[in-house]
């Protein structure tokens, strides 16, 4: 629910709001909503939604919930749907308002409420996501022949990127991006262990993976092959 004063503009018909909306976005914050009653009984219908755990710009590991309401109850005259990066349309069952998007990686969606013609009877704005579900590949971890006391640490993350690693089991992270520090890099002395699950990174949407093998120092062999 909004909490702030706003004015509100209706319209005759979806296509004036879609224009309106275009054109006032560039200079003010806009929001699709539906009409109130109080304000008229004649607007036609449309589409307000609440997006629940919803970040724009900032890659998650969970992904936000979108419930949409506008349309009257027990109507049979329409139905939510769902366009993904304005290509791809889903519809929503009847009885199902909330949309969950499910693709990883950087997509968008906005949400309609269509006729039984297939017409547009309300647009919502676009909501873009940055969804990341899987781990980093990694961390393998190998040794040096000309220096036993190091260990060099690899690994990729092909969606969210790298963010950080830990060397102690996830106690305390450092970041993989700082290009002041090498800290894909740790030492030892020869012969010590480092357990498996104890060297973890981190992605920028959250997600962790561990070392799935124990490394001693002073042997090349690289895990994880």
């Given at each position: 629910?909004?909490?702030?004063?706003?004015?509100?503009?209706?319209?005759?018909?979806?296509?004036?709001?879609?224009?309106?909306?275009?054109l006032?976005?560039?200079?003010?914050?806009?929001?699709?909503?539906?009409?109130?009653?109080?304000?008229?009984?004649?607007?036609?219908?449309?589409?307000?939604?609440?997006?629940?755990?919803?970040e724009?710009?900032?890659?998650?590991?969970?992904?936000?919930?979108?419930?949409?309401?506008?349309?009257?109850e027990?109507?049979?005259?329409?139905?939510?749907?769902?366009?993904?990066?304005?290509?791809?349309l889903?519809?929503?069952?009847?009885?199902?308002?909330?949309?969950?998007?499910?693709?990883?990686?950087?997509?968008?969606?906005?949400?309609?409420?269509?006729?039984?013609?297939?017409d547009?009877?309300?647009?919502?704005?676009q909501?873009?996501?940055?969804?990341?579900?899987?781990?980093?590949?990694?961390?393998?971890?190998?040794?040096?022949?000309?220096?036993?006391?190091?260990?060099?640490?690899?690994?990729?993350?092909?969606?969210s990127?790298?963010d950080?690693?830990?060397?102690d089991?996830?106690?305390?992270?450092?970041?993989?991006?700082?290009p002041?520090?090498d800290?894909?890099?740790?030492?030892?002395?020869?012969?010590?262990?480092?357990?498996?699950?104890?060297?973890?990174t981190?992605?920028?949407?959250?997600?962790?993976?561990?070392?799935?093998?124990?490394?001693i120092?002073g042997?090349?062999?690289?895990?994880?092959?």
């Amino acid at each position: 629910m909004m909490n702030e004063d706003y004015l509100m503009i209706s319209f005759e018909n979806t296509h004036s709001a879609i224009q309106t909306e275009r054109l006032l976005g560039q200079h003010f914050k806009v929001v699709t909503m539906p009409t109130l009653r109080a304000v008229t009984q004649s607007c036609g219908i449309s589409l307000r939604l609440a997006a629940e755990d919803y970040e724009p710009g900032v890659w998650k590991n969970s992904p936000p919930m979108f419930t949409l309401s506008g349309i009257p109850e027990d109507s049979t005259e329409y139905v939510y749907g769902v366009f993904i990066c304005d290509e791809r349309l889903i519809l929503l069952s009847d009885g199902n308002n909330t949309y969950v998007p499910s693709e990883e990686g950087l997509s968008s969606v906005r949400f309609v409420i269509l006729d039984k013609m297939g017409d547009v009877q309300s647009l919502s704005d676009q909501y873009d996501t940055m969804l990341d579900f899987t781990p980093p590949d990694g961390p393998y971890l190998s040794g040096d022949s000309k220096n036993k006391k190091v260990c060099y640490v690899e690994a990729y993350d092909d969606l969210s990127g790298l963010d950080s690693i830990s060397y102690d089991g996830g106690k305390t992270w450092l970041s993989c991006n700082d290009p002041e520090t090498d800290n894909m890099t740790f030492y030892g002395e020869v012969g010590e262990t480092v357990d498996a699950g104890w060297i973890l990174t981190r992605d920028f949407a959250g997600n962790i993976s561990s070392n799935d093998e124990d490394f001693i120092f002073g042997k090349k062999k690289r895990t994880g092959t």
